[in-house]
């Protein structure tokens, strides 16, 4: 079973800047380039949401309120997969996930972003 670590968030003030890492580990090699991966997050009392996603040729796709300010991006080497989030705003508080689009593998600790001023 493949087992998904997420890293890199932290607290920063409202227009700061974090980038997200996601590791695999127990799947095959180049494993998110093989199916189409994304970025999800949950907020205090929310529901966990999608925030993009990023498939097997390496198109991106995002929900509209990050457009413009978050970059999914993927190291085939590194086996890692990234999301850039400038510019961030409070309501972009949560703990993000990766995970598979589809098919969705167990779900890693998460990583939390809490933006604040």
């Known amino acids: 079973q493949v087992q998904l670590v997420e890293s890199g968030g932290g607290s920063v003030q409202p227009g700061g800047s974090l980038r997200l890492s996601c590791a695999a580990s127990?799947?095959?090699?180049?494993?998110?380039?093989?199916?189409?991966m994304a970025w999800y997050r949950q907020a205090p009392g929310k529901q966990r949401e999608l925030v993009g996603s990023?498939?097997?040729?390496?198109?991106?796709v995002y929900i509209e309120s990050v457009k413009g300010r978050f970059t999914i991006s993927r190291d085939k080497a590194k086996n890692t997969f990234y999301l850039q989030m400038n510019n961030l705003k409070p309501e972009d508080t949560a703990v993000y996930y990766c995970?598979?689009?589809?098919?969705?593998?167990?779900w890693g600790q998460g990583t939390q972003v809490t933006v604040s001023s």
């Open positions: 995970n598979r689009l589809f098919n969705k593998w167990n």
């Open positions: 127990g799947g095959p090699d180049n494993i998110f380039a093989i199916d189409a």
């Open positions: 990023m498939d097997y040729r390496g198109a991106p």
